[in-house]
């Protein structure tokens, strides 16, 4: 039995001459209509539009580890919730990625919110919050929410109620103070945001961290 198929043969995906949606800034780039002082406000930006898009799962990040020998490998993972310092997951300590992120503790984040046709690249180091930490927000997810904290983000606020009802289905019947879970803050050196055009064109903006602060490089193809 052949198994192969020619994806592009078969028009599956996207129809030859696809555009990306109508962007919502009259065709001008979303990117240069919104420049952000800061990747994590950018972020803070695209979240928020994603929540308001509708974007179905605008928390699901493909998390990219990579063994000690150089072997990549990536998953989805739902980010808990970011700030400043950075972006944060819980995992499981009996994993696969666990182990790679003790032998090598780098990691790149992606999102893809086809729905706005965006996607987010964010590359950095891994730090693992303490227990105590891990386990108040656990206690948080699992027993309530409380969505009046002032001081917290709107885009912050959605993500994390998001992230605390699907771990409120998952802990159905399981231990959630298990001590197997485990979670990390990925603090940013590098990131891209993408974003597709309506005349088939797309926009990237890149922010690297330098010793002097964020330096923003933009690039239209
Ligand atoms: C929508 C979705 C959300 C997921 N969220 C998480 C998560 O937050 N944390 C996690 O460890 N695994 C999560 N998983 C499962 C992982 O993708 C993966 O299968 C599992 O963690 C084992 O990965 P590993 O063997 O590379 O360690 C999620 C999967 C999906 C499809």
Redesign the pocket.
Known sequence: MNLARNIVAEGIGRPAGYHYRTPIFNGISRVAVAPAPSPFTHFTRWVTEAVKQGVA?PN?MVLATASSTGMP?S????LHSFSESGFI????RE????WEIAENPKASLLFYWKETQQQIRIEGKLVPLSAESVAARLKEAVESMSAESGDVLYANLCLTEMFNE?ARQWAKGKNVTSSRWCAFELTPERFEFWEGQANGASDRKFYSRTPAGWNATDKTV
């Open positions: 799962e699901a490998s998953r989805i993972v739902l997951f819980f995992t499981d994993s696969r990625k666990y699907r």
